[in-house]
């Protein structure tokens, strides 16, 4: 079986890295304060350069009250103290250079903090010449604008006292919208962004980019289930107009540098994703498609659906091929872990961690690990309210409350899908502090740092974080891994996900059995043979050529079919 080389895609060095996204406030800290820092992120970098990583992508560093974590800005050009310094974050830049390695950066362009200067002013009269880099509207009816609720839950708009109007906010009340229609706050965007690029760095990842354009007239939105505020996707994020904005900040900034460029781009399909990613367009490289995200949401007692996760994977794989690139992930900042939700963290930790890893890791696009993916890290354990810190998921605790849920019944709903799953303190060792501090960490230390941690796995090559240099090494020696076209293949069976990637007469397969059970005696189109394994997270003894394939539990093996 033969594959076609991808034309009309061109090679780029964004394509074959591997990409490592740092939450700084849970990576590593230097100095005792409890809070990750830029220069415990030095302390790592070697360990980053020896797991393979090529870029590393820093969440928010800059100044901010943290209402959401360091995503509701105070400073686009300055760094946070908890942080550092702009002389710390330089050395980290140096140092990360000198390493080979890429940085790039979160760029947030849809808000600011309420505490940003420009807000500041905006709020202070309805005539001052910034009032309208924000959204300003007077109330209708004694109330809100529109009945737009805010993706954190609750009305998308605050009302300010002073001004007697109402400001939008897509995210957290402390999180208003910049006006993009405002072409002199653009203008200001475009400088900062230009500011960091000439700083150095290598790129950035645009934070809910979709939602800088929002429909014209701010209509109210369809309700559903009589509550008092309605879900607005469809006004909010990839509207109309939102490319002719994404030319203008690409031609002002992005064109002058070799740099990396990958959009948050929620709302927008694989059909609309030539506009983004195209390659003919120049606008961005890649955008982390979030089809498979929705499948998290799910109630965790009912299992994966393998069927949809084939077709969420396979709607991007295919649907961009010949003329854009993919960004692949299974865990960032604002998902709970995967092994908890895919995988068996009980019995088959190990296992779900590792065949997780084989199913989305080799498919075609740049793949990101997010911190402490690369060691099995799981979801922690919450006892109660006060040991949320996520805005998203005190404002649902307060909303299910008022419906009258049980107290019990809303933190285990919670537990399974919030974002401080992602969030607890990077587990280095087994002491007290995870290795991630001497002091006390901002954030709870999941148990089972005592067993799973860097310390335990650094020099074991049949741990998870040995597994994931192979990986790395497999796919950096292995163009067709890369630029290969994806296939897939076994589409109606339950429990194995398989793919072919196939490039200029090479054949390579991806078997994963993606369930708790034996997946036994499969049929294959083509025979397997052991002196062909070129990767798998159980020890396979030689077998004879054969097309029949049992795995166990969780099973991932790499086959390369021909030469």
């Given at each position: 079986?033969?594959?076609?080389?991808?034309?009309?895609?061109?090679?780029?060095?964004?394509?074959?890295?591997?990409?490592?996204?740092?939450?700084?406030?849970?990576?590593?800290?230097?100095?005792?304060?409890?809070?990750?820092?830029?220069?415990?992120?030095?302390?790592?970098?070697?360990?980053?350069?020896?797991?393979?990583?090529?870029?590393?992508?820093?969440?928010?560093?800059?100044?901010?009250?943290?209402?959401?974590?360091?995503?509701?800005?105070?400073?686009?050009?300055?760094?946070?103290?908890?942080?550092?310094?702009?002389?710390?974050?330089?050395?980290?830049?140096?140092?990360?250079?000198?390493?080979?390695?890429?940085?790039?950066?979160?760029?947030?362009?849809?808000?600011?903090?309420?505490?940003?200067?420009?807000?500041?002013?905006?709020?202070?009269?309805?005539?001052?010449?910034?009032?309208?880099?924000?959204?300003?509207?007077?109330?209708?009816?004694?109330?809100?604008?529109?009945?737009?609720?805010?993706?954190?839950?609750?009305?998308?708009?605050?009302?300010?006292?002073?001004?007697?109007?109402?400001?939008?906010?897509?995210?957290?009340?402390?999180?208003?919208?910049?006006?993009?229609?405002?072409?002199?706050?653009?203008?200001?965007?475009?400088?900062?962004?230009?500011?960091?690029?000439?700083?150095?760095?290598?790129?950035?990842?645009?934070?809910?980019?979709?939602h800088i354009k929002k429909e014209e007239g701010l209509s109210d939105a369809p309700h559903h289930g009589g509550q008092p505020y309605a879900a607005a996707w469809d006004k909010m994020m990839n509207v109309e107009g939102v490319i002719e904005h994404l030319d203008e900040l690409c031609r002002e900034t992005f064109h002058h540098y070799d740099i990396m460029t990958v959009g948050e781009a929620n709302g927008v399909s694989p059909a609309q994703a030539e506009d983004w990613i195209g390659?003919?367009?120049?606008?961005?490289?890649?955008?982390?498609?979030?089809?498979?995200?929705?499948?998290?949401?799910?109630?965790?007692?009912?299992?994966?659906?393998?069927?949809r996760l084939k077709q969420a994977f396979g709607r991007w794989q295919t649907g961009v091929a010949g003329f854009g690139w993919n960004a692949l992930f299974v865990e960032n900042h604002d998902v709970p872990r995967i092994v908890s939700k895919w995988g068996d963290s009980e019995r088959y930790w190990q296992q779900s961690a590792t065949a997780i890893?084989?199913?989305?890791?080799?498919?075609?696009?740049?793949?990101?690990?997010?911190?402490?993916?690369?060691?099995?890290?799981?979801?922690?354990?919450?006892?109660?309210?006060?040991?949320?810190?996520?805005?998203?998921?005190?404002?649902?605790?307060?909303?299910?409350?008022?419906?009258?849920?049980?107290?019990?019944?809303?933190?285990?709903?919670?537990?399974?899908?919030?974002?401080?799953?992602?969030?607890?303190?990077?587990?280095?060792?087994?002491?007290?502090?995870?290795?991630?501090?001497?002091?006390?960490?901002?954030?709870?230390?999941?148990?089972?740092?005592?067993?799973?941690?860097?310390?335990?796995?650094?020099?074991?090559?049949?741990?998870?974080?040995?597994?994931?240099?192979?990986?790395?090494?497999?796919?950096?020696?292995?163009?067709?891994?890369?630029?290969?076209?994806?296939?897939?293949?076994?589409?109606?069976?339950?429990?194995?996900?398989?793919?072919?990637?196939?490039?200029?007469?090479?054949?390579?397969?991806?078997?994963?059995?993606?369930?708790?059970?034996?997946?036994?005696?499969?049929?294959?189109?083509?025979?397997?043979?052991?002196?062909?394994?070129?990767?798998?997270?159980?020890?396979?003894?030689?077998?004879?050529?054969?097309?029949?394939?049992?795995?166990?539990?969780?099973?991932?093996?790499?086959?390369?079919?021909?030469?």
């Amino acid at each position: 079986m033969s594959g076609q080389p991808l034309d009309p895609i061109s090679r780029h060095w964004w394509k074959e890295a591997v990409a490592y996204q740092i939450y700084p406030r849970s990576f590593m800290d230097s100095n005792g304060d409890g809070i990750g820092d830029l220069n415990g992120i030095i302390i790592k970098l070697d360990y980053l350069q020896e797991l393979g990583v090529d870029v590393i992508w820093l969440c928010p560093m800059y100044p901010s009250p943290n209402d959401d974590n360091g995503y509701d800005i105070s400073d686009f050009q300055g760094i946070m103290a908890e942080f550092g310094t702009m002389a710390d974050f330089d050395r980290l830049l140096e140092e990360v250079h000198a390493r080979g390695m890429k940085l790039i950066l979160d760029l947030v362009l849809n808000h600011s903090s309420d505490e940003h200067p420009w807000f500041i002013e905006s709020r202070s009269s309805k005539d001052n010449p910034r009032r309208d880099w924000y959204i300003w509207r007077d109330g209708k009816n004694g109330a809100e604008p529109n009945n737009w609720e805010s993706i954190f839950k609750g009305s998308a708009w605050e009302y300010d006292q002073g001004t007697e109007q109402y400001f939008l906010h897509l995210f957290s009340r402390k999180q208003p919208d910049l006006n993009w229609e405002n072409a002199e706050m653009r203008q200001a965007l475009y400088a900062m962004v230009r500011w960091w690029l000439d700083k150095g760095i290598d790129g950035f990842r645009l934070d809910a980019i979709s939602h800088i354009k929002k429909e014209e007239g701010l209509s109210d939105a369809p309700h559903h289930g009589g509550q008092p505020y309605a879900a607005a996707w469809d006004k909010m994020m990839n509207v109309e107009g939102v490319i002719e904005h994404l030319d203008e900040l690409c031609r002002e900034t992005f064109h002058h540098y070799d740099i990396m460029t990958v959009g948050e781009a929620n709302g927008v399909s694989p059909a609309q994703a030539e506009d983004w990613i195209g390659e003919q367009h120049h606008r961005l490289n890649m955008i982390f498609a979030f089809d498979h995200v929705a499948l998290w949401a799910e109630d965790g007692e009912t299992g994966l659906d393998l069927g949809r996760l084939k077709q969420a994977f396979g709607r991007w794989q295919t649907g961009v091929a010949g003329f854009g690139w993919n960004a692949l992930f299974v865990e960032n900042h604002d998902v709970p872990r995967i092994v908890s939700k895919w995988g068996d963290s009980e019995r088959y930790w190990q296992q779900s961690a590792t065949a997780i890893a084989s199913l989305y890791f080799l498919m075609q696009g740049t793949p990101f690990i997010y911190q402490g993916q690369e060691i099995g890290m799981t979801n922690t354990r919450f006892e109660g309210i006060d040991d949320f810190d996520c805005v998203g998921s005190r404002n649902q605790y307060a909303q299910l409350k008022q419906q009258g849920m049980d107290e019990g019944h809303i933190i285990q709903t919670l537990a399974r899908g919030s974002r401080d799953n992602a969030r607890t303190p990077m587990q280095w060792d087994a002491g007290p502090g995870a290795g991630f501090t001497r002091g006390t960490p901002w954030f709870k230390v999941n148990p089972n740092t005592e067993t799973i941690n860097v310390a335990a796995q650094q020099g074991d090559p049949d741990s998870v974080l040995g597994f994931y240099r192979r990986l790395i090494r497999l796919r950096k020696a292995e163009p067709v891994l890369v630029y290969g076209s994806y296939r897939l293949e076994l589409e109606s069976d339950p429990q194995v996900y398989a793919y072919s990637r196939l490039l200029d007469g090479q054949h390579w397969l991806v078997l994963v059995n993606l369930s708790d059970r034996p997946a036994e005696q499969r049929q294959l189109p083509w025979p397997l043979r052991h002196e062909r394994l070129a990767l798998a997270n159980y020890p396979v003894e030689p077998h004879p050529a054969g097309d029949t394939l049992d795995l166990r539990p969780f099973e991932a093996r790499v086959y390369r079919l021909n030469d």
